[in-house]
């Protein structure tokens, strides 16, 4: 009789707790939301989260169906808005929760369609530009924007944003953006002045996320070919300024002009864990221009670049901070695979380098080896290069470098130019 009473008690607790959990939602359209493509729904959403946020928090529910919006939605402290479902995707946009900007087109600094404020969360969404067209881009204000702290984007489809998440223009702390897939054009996610512990993870930009959405807009033929050559030209897939912490986990991105770019804003430049990130078809997939003294961690990463790239990782002069890369590999159609000046550290580990210089070089030029370190420090080690092709370079301002336990196909070929502290030692060809 006591445990039949106490599961009785108990059941009664979870009754009662479900009670309170649905009370605290709101459907937007209670509110006179319609979600049939053509009707304005910003002013009856912006209502339910209104309500929701006077109460304290909440969850403003949006069934399955398209919510036009001609304006612009702040989700206030302790809110989510939250749609039908469960995972990014990019099918016809016929299903689930279906958000079609129409405001901003054609200004940029306007203000954002979504702005997040502390501990708001946007889930469960497709966002699709109507007016968008690949043959004529036009320029939008951010679709996502946040202030605060604990700002949050999951399972969420930006299927053709102008520019997408900006978590950077306003101070905040420990943004969390997880499972979000898209096609940008100009910015993916821009990340700066935050003070602690960022995450970002399993995001993925691909023209595919548009070409394949069965919407009437989607590029095809000649299109297609336009969209990629305005993202090879100007799409920045991850750029990130101060970001104390950030740690980023299995990223990619395809054919943007920079895959990674790490810079120092006003606020100052990042640190962090970065394991598993991808960068293909880039003209430059890792860019480096400056970053803390305790530097970039990147593991497990993999970067192609496109036959318009130079050097897959750049690291430039105004660097002066550390860059270790261990455990990745690199592809294609490029030519050098890292550029390295600054007077900073660059550390290469058991890192696969495949091709490179695939492009020879006009007489007279310059070699085109697979690591160029122009300045600074340098370690490479344990690292296979798979081409009997100039495989280091070791320039005038490089003041000292380990080059120690790699793997070469043919003899060594590595060209000291310094006269700086250089350790060489251990390596072995591979035949």
């Not at 897939?181 to 700066?192: A, E, F, M, Q, W």
């Amino acid at each position: 009789m006591l445990l039949h009473g106490l599961f009785g008690a108990l059941v009664s607790v979870a009754l009662a707790a479900g009670a309170v959990a649905a009370a605290g939602e709101i459907n937007a359209k209670d509110l006179g939301a319609a979600g049939d493509g053509a009707t304005d729904d910003t002013a009856a959403i912006q209502a339910a989260l209104d309500q929701a946020g006077a109460a304290g928090g909440g969850v403003v529910s949006l069934p399955s169906g398209k919510y036009r919006l001609d304006g612009h939605l702040t989700i206030p402290t302790g809110v989510t808005l939250s749609g039908v479902w469960e995972a990014p995707h990019f099918s016809t946009p016929e299903v689930g929760t279906v958000l079609l900007a129409y405001e901003g087109r054609g200004q940029e600094d306007g203000p954002p369609l979504l702005m997040l404020e502390t501990n708001s969360t946007v889930r469960g969404l497709t966002v699709v530009y109507p007016e968008q067209r690949a043959s004529q881009i036009t320029a939008y204000p951010w679709t996502i924007q946040g202030r605060g702290t604990h700002l949050n984007v999951s399972d969420v489809t930006l299927l053709n944003p102008y520019k997408g998440i900006d978590f950077g223009t306003y101070a905040h702390e420990m943004h969390y953006i997880r499972n979000v897939y898209g096609c940008p054009l100009k910015i993916g996610v821009h990340l700066d002045k935050c003070t602690d512990i960022g995450r970002v993870e399993n995001v993925h930009f691909n023209p595919n996320s548009w070409t394949r959405s069965g919407m009437d807009t989607a590029p095809q033929g000649d299109d297609g070919a336009r969209l990629v050559e305005y993202m090879q030209a100007n799409l920045v897939a991850f750029e990130i300024g101060r970001s104390d912490w950030e740690f980023m986990l299995n990223t990619f991105s395809w054919g943007c002009r920079v895959g990674y770019r790490f810079f120092e804003s006003e606020a100052g430049p990042t640190n962090g864990n970065f394991l598993g990130i991808a960068a293909d078809w880039a003209v430059i997939p890792l860019l480096v221009e400056s970053t803390q003294p305790p530097g970039l961690l990147i593991t497990n990463g993999e970067f192609v670049g496109s036959p318009a790239c130079e050097a897959v990782v750049r690291i430039a002069p105004s660097n002066s901070g550390v860059v270790q890369l261990a455990n990745c590999s690199f592809w294609g159609p490029h030519q050098k695979i890292v550029e390295a000046a600054g007077n900073g550290l660059v550390s290469l580990s058991q890192c696969n380098f495949c091709q490179w210089a695939n492009r020879p070089p006009a007489e007279g030029a310059d070699p085109v080896p697979a690591i160029d370190v122009i300045s600074g420090s340098a370690t490479i080690s344990g690292c296979l290069f798979q081409q009997a092709k100039d495989h280091i370079r070791l320039r005038e301002g490089v003041v000292s470098a380990v080059v120690m336990g790699n793997h070469t196909r043919g003899p060594a070929r590595f060209i000291i130019e310094t006269q700086g502290d250089v350790q060489v030692l251990g390596n072995v060809v591979r035949p």
